[in-house]
């Protein structure tokens, strides 16, 4: 089994409605990320949580929101989704000394 | 503000060839570099690297990290197909170990 899911693994949705990306790992990794990837741009760090009750912005936060559920779980919310949000997004954990980076398959999430 | 660049942006080479990948960073209280591979969908680990000079080998793939000239590069020798992806650097920095990745370089291995 995978070590970090990610679920849907794609979805198309419609401006307005509310998504949530949810994101599991059975690493045992405290620290979890949820990346945003575009062409030309590369990967644009969204939101990141070191523990269950330490949830930090990242470079682009806006239009999102996350919630950690568990130490295994990080779900990334977008409220109200826009077309500008149609990316390839990934859920990341990272060892307990911080210097490696491991990701799941990936969501792509297409807003018409 | 934190900053890894790498070059070539894209490139595209015969199969047999050699490429050289390079990845630059300005970062404060750097931990590691990290390469990965993405062909279809997330990256995939290749290589880690704290210690400048000790290269890190895995079959045809080879990188080393220089720390004082702030710099790695990622060697394929023998490019087959299947190496056509993109391939990423990121460093992990900081005390909150922040992870910057560059944009990445787009190799393409025609027959």
């Known amino acids: 089994d995978a070590d970090v899911t990610q679920t849907p693994r794609n979805r198309i949705t419609k401006t307005g409605k509310r998504i949530m990306l949810e994101c599991s790992q059975t690493?045992?990794?405290?620290?979890m990320y949820w990346y945003r990837q575009d062409p030309g741009l590369g990967l644009q760090l969204i939101y990141y949580?070191?523990?269950?009750?330490?949830?930090n912005k990242g470079e682009i936060s806006d239009g999102y929101s996350v919630s950690r559920q568990a130490q295994a779980k990080f779900s990334l919310s977008l409220e109200s989704a826009i077309p500008n949000q149609t990316a390839l997004y990934f859920c990341?954990?990272?060892?307990?000394?911080?210097?490696?980076?491991?990701f799941g398959p990936g969501t792509r999430l297409t807003v018409l | 503000e934190d900053k890894v660049v790498q070059s070539p942006l894209s490139l595209v080479v015969h199969e047999g060839d050699t490429v050289t990948l390079n990845c630059s960073y300005e970062?404060?209280?750097?931990?590691?570099l990290l390469w990965y591979k993405q062909e279809k969908k997330a990256p995939t680990f290749l290589f880690m690297l704290t210690s400048s000079g000790i290269e890190k080998k895995s079959g045809r793939l080879s990188s080393i990290l220089d720390k004082k000239e702030l710099f790695s590069i990622l060697n394929i020798t023998a490019t087959q197909t299947g190496d056509s992806a993109i391939y990423l650097c990121a460093v992990i920095s900081g005390g909150y170990q922040k992870v910057t990745f560059g944009i990445g370089t787009k190799l393409q291995v025609i027959p």
């Open positions: 949580s070191f523990d269950v009750k330490d949830i």
């Open positions: 990341a954990t990272s060892d307990p000394i911080g210097v490696s980076l491991f």
């Open positions: 970062v404060t209280n750097f931990r590691s």
């Open positions: 690493k045992g990794h405290d620290r």
